[in-house]
């Protein structure tokens, strides 16, 4: 850190001569009445203009303190401010063995307040006023049916800014994309505007551009949405991974909606999935996270998506990838094949139900599931993860209690055995 003195302020109050840090004028003063001590045989030769040099010295600090003392006392201050932030600094860099990170987690849910969006938004406050969580992560379809049509559709604020708008709800939240969120279903440009596109807004069409438009942020603080992106938390001992998953759906290339405007036959999931192997294998991170919108397997339709358990599960296995949290199915599921590092969450039940009858299929690793909506309350220490699966039930108990625990480190072992 540079000091604001210099070489020379550096070193005052440290036992230097005082010429090292008095004016010039001063300085020759001083030498000239070094030299005429030195070289008088007598001291009383010298007679009374020339004083002792004990007691010039003190003469001479109260002036410069007279003249120079409120720079002094600035620069000494500035040194104090800077030394604490580069401790501060220097603490923050290092990773802390004992942290606390807590979160919550959601899916599939814009229907304007209805199909028990507006009741699992209300659970959702009161487990976040207990939990006090520092964000909240959607796996996406975040604005049924069909998207945004633009960063001005007022969905965006009667489907998330007026739902999610208690003050424990307050926090950032890291958005990915699902499938309606690209206009599925739907050709780019509608063939009515809306009131708010005007009369001829190019612009206002369907898409997963408006939601990943800055403009959204200006208008909502809290919504962050990007297609993939990392967030390293915990001094480095967490990674989270987030991940599009659309383009991996072979069946949606071939849709009308696909070429919409950065729509998915704009994106690529080959590298796609080379960028995600580069970020899996440079982590560092003891907890290694991962958010798409498309669940690896799951237990409420009599197949997985072969897509993803293809190219997407050999990765999550080979770089220990310890939970992998999806949406798209309407429900609540867990799954967890024996011997592997990846456990399987689907939350997905952010407000309507699916529409299917309720079954449940093993296709793998199946071994819970509820058929209503819901959300996911996820505490992570440093060697558990604690996620409770709860209902729309103000103030119930969790639905389904998770607990992944990783094995000490020989250093952890060691300390806690002599400690």
Known sequence: MLNPL???GADLGHGEPISHHIGHQEQEEYT?????????????????SYPEPE?????RLKELWQNHGKTILVVLLMLVVNLSIGIALMDNDKPSDDFTLKFLVI??????????????????????????????ISTGDNFYEHGLLSTDDPQFKTSFSDVYNAHSLQVPWHVILGNHDYGENE????????????????????GPLSQLAL???????RWHCERMFQLTLAGG?????????????????????ANNTGGIAEQSWESQLLELEYRLATSQARWKLFFGHHPVRNNHLPFNTPELVQHLEPLLTRYGVQAYFSGHEHNMQYLHLEGAPTHYVVSGGGSKTDYY???????????????????????????????????MKIGAEPLYKLRINLPLDKEDEEERHWG
């Open 357 to 391: 009858p309720e079954q449940y299929w093993d296709n793998g690793g199946s071994i819970w599931q509820h058929q209503g909506s819901g959300f996911l309350a996820v505490t992570l220490t440093e060697n558990e993860l604690q996620c409770d699966i709860m209902g």
């Open 6 to 8: 210099g070489r020379e």
């Open 237 to 257: 001992q967490v990674d989270l991974f987030f991940m599009d998953t659309n383009p991996f759906i072979l069946d949606y290339h071939l849709r009308p909606w």
């Open 55 to 59: 007691k010039a010295l003190p003469s």
């Open 215 to 221: 403009r959204l942020h200006v208008r909502d603080r």
């Open 187 to 206: 050709p780019g440009y509608p063939d009515k505007l809306p009131a708010f596109c005007g009369a001829t807004n190019a612009s206002c069409e369907f």
């Open 32 to 48: 000239s009445l070094n030299v005429a001590l030195n070289h008088s045989g007598d001291s009383e030769d010298v007679g009374t």
């Open 107 to 136: 899916g599939d849910w814009g229907r304007d307040g209805a199909e028990n969006q507006t009741a699992v938004a209300k659970a959702m406050a009161k487990v976040a006023d207990r939990l006090d969580p520092e964000f909240i």
